[in-house]
């Protein structure tokens, strides 16, 4: 929650007026409780794991010619039933992993010092956040998904996310829902086969298909 009443106050605090993002942020966050806001995260990963692979969920149900002969597996149809049950499974993941983890893991956020107050960050200092939040991110999540190929993580977890071999928007997401993403039945205790053949499928696999 803000620490300021009033918007004069905000402006005197920082020393000079607000800007136009300043105000909007002002309005409508200064009543509400930092968690509160946090919050905000797990209501946007809702938002985002649904709306955005709905271009690709229509370009594959319109089946038109000129996407078509982009794909690498034209012969390859993904259903509408087939592509709400992987939603559906995204989903339910989002809402049994994803969404608890979000939500309980507000007081690392606190400590490691992110904000919700005045003043809003700069361009500048946005930029480099974002680009070392990318580097780090993205050299991480490469050597995670690396040791999930290996053949113990393959069998156990990562498999779930290769059930998809003609992937369509929704399947971006699925996993096991030890990698934060599907709610597989393991967290009942009951573990599918094991999987078998190889573990890394070629593009040349996957046009046999």
């Known amino acids: 929650m803000l620490p300021f009443q009033t918007m004069g106050e905000a402006e005197a605090s920082l020393g000079r007026n607000l800007t136009f993002a300043e105000t909007l942020w002002f309005r409508y966050s200064a009543d509400k409780s ?7 995260n797990t209501i946007f ?3 985002f794991y649904t709306l955005l692979p709905l271009p690709c969920a229509a370009a594959e149900l319109l089946r038109s010619y000129k996407i078509d002969r982009f794909k690498i597996q034209p012969k390859v149809r993904n259903n509408l039933c087939r592509m709400f049950k992987c939603y559906k499974d995204v989903m339910t993941v989002f809402v049994c992993a994803v969404g608890p983890l979000q939500l309980f ?3 690392v956020v606190q400590a490691i010092g992110i904000r919700t107050g005045l003043a809003l960050p700069s361009v500048s200092e946005m930029f480099w956040q974002i680009l070392v939040y990318v580097l780090v991110e993205d050299y991480t ?3 995670l998904h690396r040791m999930l190929h290996c053949k113990w ?5 990562h498999r779930v996310h290769h059930e998809y ?3 369509i928007g929704f399947a971006a997401s699925y996993a096991h829902w030890a990698e934060g993403y599907r709610y597989h039945k393991e967290v009942f205790g009951k573990l599918r086969e094991k999987s078998g053949g190889k ?3 070629s593009v040349e696999d996957l046009k046999a298909e």
């Open 105 to 107: 893991s507000f007081p």
């Open 34 to 40: 930092d968690y509160f806001l946090y919050c905000h």
């Open 199 to 201: 573990y890394d499928i």
């Open 165 to 167: 071999t003609a992937p």
């Open 153 to 157: 993580g393959y069998d156990k977890i």
């Open 45 to 47: 990963l809702f938002v």
């Open 141 to 143: 999540n490469y050597w």
